[in-house]
């Protein structure tokens, strides 16, 4: 982001955003952030698709979404 951008008090975030966090410097993110119902679902339903196969079988989803 260039240095003269004006931050933002209040901002929307997406998917992507939640996932690529750690690659976000704070700076550039708005003071107050809110996330969708739609956001959470797919970071909910998410994990399962990332997992290697010898690790799906021990994988829990009701476990998980409790």
Known sequence: MP???TAHRQGLLDTDIMI???????????DE????AITLAELSAGPHEVRRDDEQSGYDERAERA
Not at 21 to 26: N, T
């Open 3 to 5: 240095a003269d951008r």
């Open 33 to 36: 952030m809110a996330i969708t």
């Open 20 to 30: 690529l966090r750690r690659w976000v410097a704070p700076e550039e993110l708005p």
